[in-house]
């Protein structure tokens, strides 16, 4: 019946329409402004095309505050993902492999930090560095975030570990391979992507944390908290933000990508 | 005889991009029947399912219905109903839900969709299950739901995609005694797709054979039984002998088959020609062992042969029987009358007209 | 001698699975206590904190819950309490709203290039907040994009402000941060519909805006369970969006809870805080209740 041909295609269009116009107008018109503005010769956001210009990247060389916040969230997040990675791998393990209410209670235990809002533990650890007198600085809002990317890598890696089958560990150690040696042939490999995207995720969560650094830090500031502090304050800097944050987007688009293309899809 | 003709396919072709699904596929099938469609996984019976139900568009040809032409009819138009492999019962609803989704869909009166449902369960026996959810019902109850969820419909034609795929061999034969008796009570036409030849044997009014988007043949079991038109249809019900020859000689009843210096007599059929290929199916039950040669009996092909294997199957026993050629006939005989042993020489036999020739 | 090997087998078992619990506890202890001393301890010493009588920059540790009926009784908290949820409910069903026809189209109509669409939806989500969220003041502005587009499409006449600085502004902010992480939840629950149900529906009779009334919305309440949690809970503590677009009619509970500390006024700060902390777990529980403890794991 053509007239059913020509409804279903109709709700095709328009849901393509529809589509590419949401995620258009909300995900990359903005980014889009950035892009634009980064080599607009103009430090003010006006909706006018100066002329072309690359002097807004060069300019980061001259700001060694932007540079060093960079290079602080670079070092942060590192220190996050080795941290947590060796604190939420053997309870991913524990969590799947066990059963009961000491597991459901450790469950709730680590996943509380997880699910309230960011801010508390920000505020938490705010206090808490307080009470106990200890200076904050880059060390201790790398403490903070490993509160929350532990239980993040716990929920990132337990799925794996459930589609896991048991009986293929249970064959190793059959064939003779230890237990160590089970883990480290069969095993690890097996969970390897999902333990290469939790890397990746909490890297770029803690690269790109904004609140509970902000209670957190010390003097030394973060990338994100960096921008905080001069946004709206120091208008000639805006055009040299957007530079740079055209570099890592477009750094972070092409390693994701290529990192999905090599099958890391569940990087989400 | 001029049957009752409730759906017709003509011509039917399917093509996946490329690749053939189904061969110019012509079926007629008759009201009130249940036909089966048997095959290998991939010979394309699901696809000639979903193109009756209107699920997926046939390249070219034409599907009827009561002879009004549906082929481009939606399957929400049709008066078919399905049964998915999957049984695709919705999860998010009750027994009851599921069974009432295409009465509430027509909008019928609730009385009478309750009516309706509390018959349809009570037939399939299920009616204690009503308000379950079906996600915590077992495989034969999910089953018995979704039958009852197409039935209550009352379509023209059900069509059954490999319902009992999933349930283990016990459960599929209590199954299918169900089935027999859900079609004979209800006595509209039932379209069965399986890959298992004993439960289309057991459920079958006729069977269609399908191998490679091709219908091979169709008939009732004992037509494919006794008279299969293809290799395929030979080898598929049943088990068989099947001998490949060149014709030798040509008679009025008979022919004459060269099998790899052994003439074998079997019944002429129209269009074969000295020096064509013909095969010759024997079925091993009708293959007799004897230790002595009958001589002189009429219309009997006799060939000396040594046993070489003997598998026991309970109440009857196979026989492999090398011939002189070196070829391995199988031959089975009752239990109780399996009085040889393996380097036995012995005899095998069988009528002329228990051959059946076969030409494709 | 068969009986002694069995025994000695029974020994081995128990010994195997004793080491195998000594080392799950081994290797869950530096996480357990890391969590309990960096974040159930802070938690406590907050709890606590917020039960003593404000006072900046000490604690003066004498008891009231005076600061807990202040919160509920006094303008200046309870306004922003409401309007934080307020802000979050609108913008968690605009987000549900607009994004579920798109996990739709990827799952649904476009299923082959689903993956890879969805892709350069997540893709931008990568990138650093607060530019994007400086991103939109150009958008929203007085003299930004929005407003100039509509003056020269001639439906304004003069630059409207209620776009930048509003509830409005962190509304649009808010979908447009968390745009991918809802169409991906909904994405992956649409993805795993195996086609045959849809195709028993429309067997049964049912059109296509049937189907979705009765079976794909339905079936899709395990994504909105990921939407909550996702969304509805992380906003509530929502800081830099009002912060930087939100100005008088946006400002949310973070905003508050960032003066009280920058002041040093801990006791207000630490109430407001653990209101926050109750009334998330309490929404998350509320939730787990509806929709059941299996559909935390549904994916």
């Not at chain 2, 079926?27 to 399912?49: H, I, M, W």
């Not at chain 2, 419909?153 to 027999?180: N, W, Y």
């Not at chain 2, 049943?238 to 001998?243: A, H, K, Q, S, V």
């Not at chain 3, 939100?246 to 509970?253: A, F, K, R, V």
């Amino acid at each position: 019946m053509p007239n059913e041909t020509i409804k279903n295609k109709l709700i095709k269009w328009s849901l393509t329409a529809y589509t590419i116009i949401v995620i258009g107008f909300f995900i990359y018109f903005p980014i889009a402004i950035l892009y634009i503005y980064s080599v607009n010769n103009t430090p003010y956001f006006i909706p006018e095309w100066r002329g072309f210009t690359l002097q807004w990247f060069m300019k980061i060389f001259e700001r060694s505050d932007l540079i060093n916040s960079i290079w602080n969230s670079l070092v942060i997040a590192l220190l996050v993902t080795s941290v947590s990675m060796a604190m939420g791998i053997p309870p991913s393990f524990y969590l799947v492999r066990r059963k009961g209410k000491i597991r459901d209670i450790y469950f709730l235990y680590l996943m509380i930090p997880f699910i309230i809002p960011w801010i508390i533990i920000g505020v938490a650890d705010f206090i808490f560095f307080w009470y106990m007198g200890i200076e904050k600085s880059l060390l201790t809002a790398a403490l903070a975030h490993i509160v929350y990317s532990i239980p993040l890598i716990v929920v990132i890696i337990t799925p794996r570990i459930y589609s896991l089958d048991p009986s293929i560990e249970e064959a190793s150690m059959d064939l003779g391979a230890d237990e160590l040696t089970t883990f480290r042939k069969v095993t690890f490999p097996l969970i390897f992507p999902s333990i290469a995207s939790a890397a990746i995720i909490t890297f770029a969560w803690s690269f790109d944390n904004f609140i509970i650094s902000y209670f957190t830090l010390g003097n030394e500031l973060t990338w994100p908290v960096w921008i905080f502090s001069v946004i709206g304050k120091v208008p000639r800097i805006m055009p040299v933000i957007n530079a740079m944050s055209v570099i890592i987007i477009t750094l972070s688009s092409i390693a994701i990508y290529t990192l999905a293309k090599k099958g890391l899809t569940e990087l989400f | 005889m001029a049957r009752d003709v409730v759906l017709k396919v003509e011509n039917v072709w399917k093509y996946f991009g490329s690749v053939i699904a189904l061969k110019d596929i012509n079926l007629e099938v008759y009201r009130g029947e249940l036909l089966v469609l048997l095959g290998p996984s991939g010979s394309g019976k699901s696809t000639l399912l979903r193109i009756i139900a209107g699920l997926e568009k046939p390249t070219k040809g034409h599907v009827y219905m009561d002879g009004e032409d549906i082929t481009d009819l939606p399957p929400y138009r049709r008066d078919t109903s399905m049964v998915f492999q999957s049984l695709a019962l919705f999860p998010n609803m009750t027994v009851y839900d599921n069974v009432a989704y295409g009465l509430k869909i027509r909008k019928i009166p609730k009385d009478e969709i309750d009516r309706r449902v509390d018959e349809i369960l009570e037939l399939v026996k299920i009616k204690e299950l009503k308000d379950r959810k079906v996600t915590k019902l077992s495989g034969g109850q999910r089953q018995r739901v979704a039958i009852a969820r197409s039935l209550v419909l009352h379509p023209k034609v059900l069509l059954l995609d490999e319902p009992l795929g999933a349930l283990d061999l016990k459960l599929r034969k209590e199954l299918h005694v169900e089935l027999k008796r859900l079609h004979e009570e209800i006595g509209n036409t039932w379209i069965f797709v399986t890959h298992d030849q004993e439960e289309a044997l057991t459920l079958a009014d006729r069977i269609g054979i399908m191998n490679n988007g091709m219908l091979e043949q169709v008939g009732d079991k004992w037509d494919l039984y006794e008279k299969p038109a293809t290799r395929f249809v030979a080898e598929f019900i049943g088990e068989t002998n099947l001998i490949t020859g060149k014709v030798k000689e040509i008679y009025e009843k008979y022919i004459v088959i060269s099998w790899k210096n052994i003439n074998i007599i079997a019944p002429r059929v129209s269009g074969v020609d000295r020096g064509s290929e013909v095969a010759v199916s024997i079925r091993p039950e009708n293959i007799s062992i004897g230790s002595k040669p009958i001589t002189q009996r009429e219309g009997t092909n006799i060939y000396k042969g040594e046993i070489v294997d003997e598998i026991f199957k309970g109440s009857y026993v196979t026989y492999y029987v090398r011939l002189k050629n070196g070829e391995v006939i199988r031959a089975t005989v009752l239990s109780k009358d399996a009085e040889y042993d393996v380097e036995d020489q012995i005899y095998i036999y069988w009528d002329y007209d228990k051959g059946v020739t076969i030409t494709d | 001698m068969s009986e002694e090997k069995g025994l000695s087998q029974i020994t081995n078992n128990t010994t195997k699975n004793l080491i195998k619990l000594i080392r799950y506890v081994l290797g869950n202890i530096p996480g357990f206590i890391y969590i309990l001393i960096m974040f159930y301890v802070p938690i406590a010493i907050l709890f606590a904190i917020s039960l003593t009588k404000p006072s900046k920059y000490v604690v003066s540790w004498e008891f009231t819950i005076e600061n807990y009926v202040k919160v509920f009784t006094e303008a200046t908290y309870y306004r922003i309490l409401w309007n934080t949820f307020l802000i979050v409910a609108v913008a968690t069903i605009l987000l549900i709203i607009v994004a579920y026809p798109i996990a739709y189209y990827l799952a649904r109509v476009a299923p082959n290039i689903g993956d890879r669409l969805l892709l350069f939806t997540i893709i931008p989500v990568e990138i650093n907040y607060l530019i994007r969220i400086y991103a939109w003041r150009v958008i929203l502005g007085e003299n930004g994009f929005l407003n100039m587009l509509l003056i020269s499409l001639g439906i304004i006449q003069k630059p409207l402000t209620i776009f930048f600085y509003s509830w409005f502004a962190v509304v649009i902010v808010i979908i447009h941060e968390y745009l991918p992480y809802v169409v991906v939840p909904f994405y992956l629950n649409l993805r795993g519909i195996p086609r045959e149900i849809y195709e028993a529906a429309m067997d049964l009779g049912a059109s296509r805006l049937q189907i979705l009334k009765t079976i794909t919305l339905p079936l899709s309440k395990p994504g909105l369970l990921s939407v909550i949690f996702i969304v509805f809970i992380p906003t509530l503590g929502e800081f830099a969006i009002p912060s930087l677009v939100g100005g008088q009619t946006g400002l949310m509970l973070g905003n508050l809870i960032d003066r009280y500390l920058s002041q040093f006024n801990l006791a207000i700060g630490a109430t407001l805080s653990f209101f926050l902390l109750l009334f998330s777990i309490l929404v998350s529980i509320i939730m787990i209740r509806i929709f059941g403890y299996e559909a935390l794991y549904a994916r």
